[in-house]
Nanobody, 123 residues
Framework: QVQLVESGGGLVQAGGSLQLSCAASGRPFNSYHAMGWFRQAPGKEREFVTAISRSGGSTYYADSVKGRFTISRDSSKTTVYLQMNSLKPEDTAVYYC???????????????WGQGTQVTVSS
């Protein structure tokens, strides 16, 4: 059974930073081609944030977070990170980690999901 567990969410003031972590267990971590982060705000659809390839050599960001967020992965620790800087109130959402076979921005392409972690940015 594959499990993804997110951590690191919380409350932060606008302009602040947070780092989210996603720990993977079960299927060998390096067998997933892509690991991604998505977010969902109340009343809105789940949206793509960023994704990273198996090697870490390819990354993909939503325009709304480009230049502020950074995704990375540490294969030896089976963990993916999301460093979020210059946070804005509109970044407030539940953030989900996902694993899949294809590096892209579509939620349907990711087979495994974590339970989510809340990020709240106050103005």
């Amino acid at each position: 059974q594959v499990q993804l567990v997110e951590s690191g969410g919380g409350l932060v003031q606008a302009g602040g930073s947070l780092q989210l972590s996603c720990a993977a267990s079960g299927r060998p971590f390096n067998s997933y081609h892509a690991m991604g982060w998505f977010r969902q705000a109340p009343g809105k659809e789940r949206e793509f944030v960023t994704a990273i390839s198996r090697s870490g050599g390819s990354t993909y960001y939503a325009d709304s977070v480009k230049g502020r967020f950074t995704i990375s992965r540490d294969s030896s620790k089976t963990t993916v990170y999301l460093q979020m800087n210059s946070l804005k109130p509109e970044d407030t959402a539940v953030y989900y980690c996902a694993a899949g076979e294809v590096l892209n921005k579509y939620p349907g392409a990711y087979a495994y999901w974590g339970q989510g972690t809340q990020v709240t940015v106050s103005s």
